[in-house]
């Protein structure tokens, strides 16, 4: 009887441990099976979750952007553009510019050609405005070629130190004076071939005088309309002369003298050089360097110069046209300049 008991108990010992394995595993396998359900049934509110959370961040740009940055230029300006495509866009920013400065004129003050001639020297490296407070003086000394060629250059030197370089342009007004008595009877030339012989006269010059005294066409390529110009890629030239010919093929000759006004105008006033106010701009559809300059309206607004900006214009003594338009004439030399 010991025997059989001892001989049954071992196997009932060992079906039990072997029913409480299986017991265990399935018990492990069911836990596993929940688990694996509840992290797929989860996945997908995660990813849910997360596309929800990142969809608001996508949207800001887009609600925060403002009319001006929605301006395709820059995508616009990587896109190869033919000459066509250029006398177009060229063309209607010189409109869209005219319509913006509809009185837009030379700004320097003059009464004739040789006062015109004179003011132009004078204005390099300074503003039209220092020149336009110090020439009253110089004319009402000097009235015409005559008087300025047999000037005392010291005394001359005085009157033109507010214009900067006074002893340079000294000499360039008193030799410019000699060559218009000498060589044309103290008349100014109407000839550009004729104005370059002049002390002092380069091509820029030459055609200020020729465009605003004569009203032959010009292309009046400053530091301002070569800066334009190449913002525009209407030409990838430095060289002045270069700028001038390139920028001619893309306008009738009868727009040159008008577009120069258009072009320098928005350069003193809106399009600087450092800080372009690209946010007010009205050609900033049409223009590739959109966002060089400050794009939100509101700060833009302040960087704009002269009458745009409530200061006066640069001449004393503007156009009727520029007074009828509002423009405030520029305060006289020793004046100081308010808003």
């Not at 025997?3 to 039990?16: D, G, N, Q, R, S």
């Not at 509840?38 to 609600?63: I, L």
Request: aromatic share 6%; hydrophobic share 40%; net charge positive.
């Amino acid at each position: 009887m010991k025997k059989v008991a001892a001989a049954k108990t071992p196997a009932a010992a060992t079906k039990k441990a072997a029913t409480k394995k299986a017991a265990v595993k399935k018990v492990t396998a069911k836990k596993v099976a929940v688990e694996k359900a509840t992290a797929k049934k989860a996945a997908p509110k995660t990813a849910s979750a997360a596309a929800k959370k990142a969809a608001p961040k996508k949207a800001v740009p887009a609600k925060a952007a403002s009319p001006a940055k929605a301006v395709p230029a820059k995508a616009a300006a990587r896109k190869p553009e033919s000459q066509a495509a250029l006398v177009r866009r060229a063309r209607r920013i010189n409109r869209e510019l005219a319509e913006v400065y509809p009185y837009a004129h030379p700004e320097l003050d003059f009464e004739n050609p040789f006062q015109l001639l004179v003011a132009t020297v004078l204005s390099a490296q300074t503003t039209d405005l220092r020149v336009n407070q110090t020439t009253p003086t110089l004319f009402a000394k000097y009235p015409a070629p005559e008087d300025l060629a047999a000037a005392n250059p010291e005394v001359v030197e005085e009157i033109l130190r507010p214009c900067g370089f006074f002893r340079a342009k000294t000499k360039s007004v008193i030799g410019l004076s000699k060559g218009l008595v000498e060589q044309f009877g103290g008349e100014v030339p109407g000839r550009l071939e004729d104005l370059v012989k002049l002390p002092g006269v380069g091509r820029k010059t030459a055609f200020v005088v020729l465009g605003n005294a004569f009203g032959r066409p010009g292309i009046t390529v400053d530091t301002h309309f070569q800066r334009l110009v190449r913002r525009w890629q209407w030409t990838e030239a430095t060289d002045p002369d270069k700028i001038e010919a390139a920028v001619g093929e893309l306008f009738p000759k009868s727009d040159w003298t008008g577009l120069s006004h258009h072009v320098i105008w928005h350069g003193r006033r809106m399009c600087h050089a450092r800080k372009p106010a690209c946010g007010v701009c009205p050609i900033a559809p049409l223009c590739p360097a959109y966002g060089e300059g400050e794009t939100d309206p509101e700060k833009a607004k302040k960087l704009l110069k002269y009458e745009k900006g409530g200061f006066p214009g640069q001449r004393l003594k503007p156009p009727q046209a520029y007074l009828d338009a509002g423009g405030t004439p520029a305060p006289p030399l020793g004046a100081v300049s308010g808003k």
